[in-house]
């Protein structure tokens, strides 16, 4: 197989596009030819070591991916050869083929686009556990997407308006913000050219936003919680801008508000069926063109460098994904 090798995480530029012997699944595992990989933000994270899983060395980056089974191990129940899926396996994604646990596989009904499928499972099952289940989104009200124009934003926008919510969607410049309406958003914030408590004020009329998804972190995430409204809940998701922020605790006493952690891959391994239950909601939205992934572009997986300069430079619109012939 062909594989994006990973010896030395001081970033993507010492990625090796190898050819490496086509593994064997193990007991449990699949085998899956791989059409599509996105690309996630823990992707840039690990090859650069500043992910929270750190995998031995050397490894084959890329979260998830999607093709066709072409072999299964021992004891494996739910998969046979030429069964159609996606996979969010952690690793192996940026290569022809991966061996994965048939835990972390999905099954794709007829008619799901393997690029969308490859772009899938991540940002939409991280949403899903974040805005339905622990911020217990309702109709009617607010929610602040910040960082909207990207992977797990763009996700944000569309559950919360399935939802029935309001959406503000935030983000670095008018082109981003153009593209966030376009999938949905009811109002735009460009916090690169607007203070963002201005804005939020003259936008929910004083109240503040009643739920506010935070994949970026950094300098935004204070004046955003100061903005909050009462019962408001702050969704931790990332921080994709480098820093972790630290708040006063005096503010949530203050608003009645709850900063709630969002670690969706920790959800899955802890609970496992009611992930798998939220993915086949999930996929119901799809089939029945509710929610879709919004593709930034295709790339073929040898130029898989080109990707991550592109989401290292706050570039990316939507989803990138890498294609196999
Ligand atoms: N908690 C979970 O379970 C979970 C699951 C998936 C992802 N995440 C996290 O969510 C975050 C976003 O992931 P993603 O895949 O959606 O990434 P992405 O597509 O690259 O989006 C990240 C957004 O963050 C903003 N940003 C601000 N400063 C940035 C910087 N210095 N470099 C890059 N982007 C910057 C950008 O928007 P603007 O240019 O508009 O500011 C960008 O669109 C990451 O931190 C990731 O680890 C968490």
């Not at 791989?34 to 994270?45: G, T």
């Not at 308006?161 to 593209?179: E, H, Q």
Request: glycine fraction near 10%.
């Amino acid at each position: 197989m062909q594989a994006w090798l990973c010896e030395n995480p001081v970033g993507p530029e010492a990625l090796q596009w190898r050819t490496l012997p086509t593994p064997q699944p193990a007991a449990g595992e699949v085998r899956i030819a791989i059409r599509a990989a996105s690309l996630n933000f823990p992707d840039l994270l690990m090859v650069q070591n500043k992910y929270q899983a750190k995998p031995p060395l050397p490894f084959v980056p890329g979260t998830e991916y999607s093709g066709t089974v072409e072999a299964v191990g021992s004891g494996v129940t739910r998969f046979k050869p030429g069964d159609v899926v996606a996979a969010y396996g952690g690793l192996g994604g940026f290569a022809t083929h991966a061996c994965v646990s048939e835990a972390l596989v999905i099954h794709l009904p007829a008619g799901f686009d393997i690029e969308d499928a490859s772009a899938f499972i991540c940002t939409y099952g991280t949403t899903h556990h974040a805005l339905l289940d622990r911020a217990q989104l309702q109709a009617g009200e607010t929610v602040l997407v910040l960082g909207a124009a990207g992977g797990v934003g763009t996700a944000a926008i569309q559950i919360a308006k399935l939802a029935g919510a309001r959406v503000i969607a935030a983000a670095s410049s008018d082109a981003k913000c153009d593209f966030c309406r376009s999938l949905g958003a009811d109002e735009t914030i460009n916090y690169t050219t607007t203070p963002i408590r201005d804005a939020l004020k003259a936008l929910t009329a004083g109240k503040g936003p009643d739920v506010v998804y935070d994949p970026v972190g950094g300098d935004l995430a204070e004046p955003v919680f100061r903005s909050i409204a009462w019962r408001g809940r702050y969704l931790v998701i990332g921080f994709a801008q480098g820093s972790i922020p630290a708040l006063p605790l005096n503010l949530p006493l203050l608003k009645g508000t709850s900063i709630v952690g969002v670690f969706w891959g920790e959800f899955a391994r802890r609970e496992p069926q009611r992930n798998a239950q939220a993915l086949a909601e999930l996929t119901n939205w799809y089939m029945a063109g509710r929610i879709k992934p919004a593709i930034d572009m295709r790339l073929p997986m040898h130029e898989l460098p080109k990707a991550f300069a592109r989401m290292g430079s706050r570039e990316v619109r939507g989803k990138i994904v890498m294609t196999n012939p």
